[in-house]
């Protein structure tokens, strides 16, 4: 029995030169015209085989290399942010793009792969790009633009070798230029996007830009905050001129590509990133207009927050706001009237706030109820509350102004600190956000020796999810300014807080943590995660030079920063993907390979915790009293309270339960 070779499999032996079955051809026809009896039936039958064999061979390639366009992406992929491992991989597959030199600086390339070439004939003459695209984003990831720009003008020098560029080696190129433009946006250099735009793209590889390479640059200078540059690519786009393209260049006798809806939206989010560009939004959605583009619920949504962004600008959010309303094709979400009121509550406008919230709980309570649970629909009149809530907060003392303010609940006093930056005291604040019940309070902690910003804790307080009589406050998360790290603060944080929800009978707990020193926090306090909660077990434990990390060489040598801590799992694949590069800077930590010596504590991240005094508050029994008592010494020791440190609340637990749930409808604040 013969055993067949798949379709999709062809060996390396079995890939011929053309070379060779053109020599092989010549003495095929020489034979049969040197022959005493060979005739024009033999030669016929000669030259049909020859052109069949060639078939055949140039089939079996085309699979060959169609299966390395399918697998070598994936592999590419799977290098991670190894962006050193990736392109050796691709050169191993594509060795065409070694023949070529770029001169990144000077924006040039050595002469094309001639298409006769030895280098030409050994591998198929086809553009990459998904491949080379791959690269490209690894290299953005870990921002590293030289490499990136090298294999852009290879493939442009690659692309103007082929003798027959189809559509298709077209499209690969144009995916190749996207992804460098991309990565010019990651790294912050939008001037090299706007000059693959307005040189590489039409000189070097005689192609006209497309509206997704546009895309690509609005984009680049959005992150780069260079909105007049933006603005003015916009105006060419609309205008159909400018000075990046030549007149042989243009798209026929239109000019340049037409605008569209996502270069208008990617501009107005650059807008809204800026406080000051809410100007810029409002044009931008009159001159969608006269484009002909009709906004729709996304751009009016972005340019209605970027008035809310600015101070003072709610007129105008309004005037968006009614456009919406009497536009049948698109009408406000809860989000526009979230901005809105956002942007009303920030001037003071509390009845143009009313006004709106009504419109909310009349449309889209029972919507937003269903998706949100009780928290959204508290919110419905949480604004409606506020007025309210910042009159009670008004017992306390107001110290700032504007988003910066905050009202002073307490104080604590260090007696034997040796530390000179708390020789003085710890003032403690509360700093509403302007939807607490979505956006959560911070508990801030100010230094009055120099009234600096310690550090804060960020809470969503709410009803109990089980027991609507109970009041529960989440913690979101816990940032320390890195001026005072290292001084046991974490902790001290944490007794405060403690101390706030026992005084008002408040159940603790906390949302998802990413951050395993807050977990530890946690976990001495006796926090655990929810038995269904999921999340991931890690070992963490200082940091030792020598350690094996899952990081690549290449990342670690281009680290900017030290390491204070190790993560380990004996499952590796439990801190797969769980931490971004970001997350590893900021926390300054890294993933071992091997156990640390000595062990450290195991917590858990990427999970809540709840407190068992969750599941005993309120009833009267013996473990109720054991478990809050437990938790009250633990908050008496950490603030060191015998030894002469204070903490001392601005009011009564009433008071106090109005500070942190006062802009909550339907809670009662009696004594």
Avoid at 147 to 159: G, N
Avoid at 175 to 181: G, R
Avoid at 642 to 653: M, R, S
Wanted: aromatic share 6%.
């Amino acid at each position: 029995m013969v055993k067949r070779t798949p379709r999709n499999a062809c060996s390396e032996s079995e890939t011929l030169k053309i070379s060779d079955l053109q020599s092989v051809g010549t003495l095929i026809a020489d034979g049969a015209c040197t022959g005493e009896k060979t005739g024009r039936t033999s030669l016929k039958r000669s030259a049909q085989q020859f052109d069949g064999t060639k078939r055949v061979v140039r089939r079996k390639t085309q699979r060959l290399e169609n299966a390395k366009r399918r697998c070598l992406p994936k592999k590419l992929r799977e290098c991670g942010n190894d962006g050193d491992g990736a392109l050796e991989i691709l050169y191993q597959a594509h060795p065409q793009l070694l023949c070529i030199r770029p001169n990144v600086q000077e924006n040039t390339t050595v002469s094309p792969v001639p298409a006769g070439s030895e280098a030409a004939e050994e591998v198929a003459l086809y553009l990459d790009g998904t491949s080379i695209r791959t690269v490209m984003q690894i290299f953005g990831r870990i921002k590293r633009l030289d490499p990136v720009l090298v294999l852009m003008y290879q493939a442009i020098s690659f692309y103007s070798s082929l003798s027959t560029a189809d559509n298709q080696h077209e499209s690969e190129m144009r995916q190749c230029f996207k992804a460098a433009i991309a990565a010019c946006g990651v790294c912050g250099d939008w001037e090299k996007a706007l000059h693959i735009l307005k040189i590489d793209m039409p000189s070097g590889a005689d192609l006209q830009p497309s509206i997704d390479a546009y895309h690509a640059v609005l984009c680049a200078c959005g992150r780069a905050s260079q909105i007049d540059q933006m603005l003015q690519l916009m105006r060419d786009l609309e205008t159909g001129s400018g000075d990046q393209l030549s007149e042989s260049k243009r798209t026929g006798a239109l000019g340049l590509p037409q605008p569209d809806r996502t270069c208008y939206q990617t501009a107005l989010t650059a807008c809204m990133r800026n406080q000051d560009r809410w100007s810029e939004s409002l044009l931008l959605i009159r001159r969608m207009r006269e484009q002909g583009i009709e906004p729709d619920l996304n751009c009016y949504n972005l340019a209605i927050a970027s008035c809310s962004k600015a101070a003072g600008r709610h007129k105008e959010a309004i005037q968006l706001l009614e456009e919406m309303e009497n536009d049948p094709t698109v009408q406000p979400n809860d989000m526009s009237y979230e901005s809105v009121i956002r942007a009303c509550s920030k001037a003071g406008a509390w009845e143009d706030s009313s006004r709106f919230l009504s419109k909310i709980s009349s449309e889209a309570s029972i919507d937003r109820a269903e998706k949100g649970g009780h928290a959204n629909a508290v919110s419905m009149g949480g604004d409606q509350q506020m007025p309210v809530y910042f009159e009670r907060l008004n017992q306390f003392q107001k110290v700032g102004k504007g988003r910066e303010a905050w009202w002073q609940i307490g104080s604590f006093k260090f007696s034997n600190c040796s530390d000179a930056d708390f020789r003085e005291t710890l003032e403690i604040g509360i700093q509403p956000h302007r939807n607490p019940v979505r956006n959560g309070i911070s508990l801030v902690f100010i230094n009055s020796k120099n009234q600096e910003k310690v550090g804060f804790m960020l809470l969503r307080n709410h009803v109990y999810h089980s027991n609507q009589a109970l009041l529960q406050s989440s913690l979101i998360g816990m940032l320390i300014e890195k001026k005072y790290r290292g001084k046991g603060l974490a902790n001290i944080f944490m007794s405060i807080w403690l101390s706030v929800c026992l005084d008002t009978h408040t159940i603790p707990a906390a949302e998802k943590i990413n951050k395993p020193l807050i977990s530890l926090v946690l976990s001495r306090f006796g926090f655990i995660p929810p038995i269904d909660g999921g999340g991931v077990e890690v070992e963490i434990a200082p940091y030792k030079q020598g350690m094996t990390t899952v990081q690549s060489k290449s990342d670690e040598t281009q680290r900017d920063w030290e390491p204070t801590m190790c993560l380990y799992s004996p499952s590796h694949k439990s801190l797969d993907g769980a931490f971004c590069n970001r997350d590893l800077r900021q926390q300054k930590m890294v993933i071992s390979r091997d156990p640390p010596n000595p062990r450290g504590k195991k917590v858990h991240v990427k999970t809540g915790f709840v407190h068992p005094i969750a599941e005993h508050l309120g009833r009267n029994n013996p473990d109720s009293l054991e478990t809050m008592t437990q938790l009250e010494t633990m908050v008496k020791g950490t603030l060191s309270e015998e030894d002469g440190n204070k903490l001392v609340f601005a009011g009564n637990a009433m008071s106090l339960k109005q500070s942190m749930f006062g802009f909550m409808p339907g809670i009662s604040f009696e004594d």
